[in-house]
């Protein structure tokens, strides 16, 4: 499965006000969801060149996200306020991007899709985790196996 694409375009960073102020890229008409823990969602993507993963977006007050743009990244990037850079980023999740013998496993199977369906987050991505590592198909095969 596709990850799914939240935002693209051309932003200018800003700069919040203040000693130690953050610097940021805002996702203007992007906004958060009750369902995510403090309104983060995590995400991956590219700022210019620069690829990206396990970030986190956070909300202002009224709920639009921002992308806090840490030293490091800044750096890399060569830019600092005032500079504009193009801006792709999609949601960054295990269930979203998954794994492909598990989805194809869970399509054929809808008893497996059931005990999947009803794991807990913590099951399932220990499950996911077991797959990814897997060293061959025969492992994933047999991981599967025992979880379902």
């Known amino acids: 499965m596709e990850a799914k694409k939240l935002f693209e375009g ?6 919040f006000e ?3 102020a ?3 890229i805002r996702l203007e008409g992007l ?4 369902e995510n823990p403090f309104g983060w969602l995590r995400v991956k993507g590219k700022i210019d060149e620069i690829s990206f993963e396990r ?3 956070m909300p202002f007050g009224n709920g639009e996200l921002f992308f806090p743009l840490k030293a490091k990244l800044r750096k890399q990037l060569r830019k600092e ?7 792709v980023c ?3 999740d295990p269930f979203t991007d998954g794994d492909k013998d598990l989805n194809e496993f869970l399509q054929f199977d809808s008893e497996a899709n059931l005990k999947w369906k009803n794991m807990n987050s913590t099951q399932q991505r ?3 985790h077991k797959l990814q590592t897997a060293k061959n198909q025969e492992e994933k095969a047999s991981i599967l196996g025992k979880c379902f």
């Open 10 to 15: 051309t932003i200018e960073i800003q700069r």
């Open 18 to 20: 203040g000693k130690n």
């Open 22 to 24: 953050w610097t940021y």
């Open 31 to 34: 906004k958060t969801s009750p």
């Open 55 to 57: 970030y986190h977006l």
């Open 81 to 87: 306020k005032g500079d504009k850079v193009h801006f």
């Open 90 to 92: 999609f949601i960054d």
């Open 126 to 128: 220990h499950i996911l």
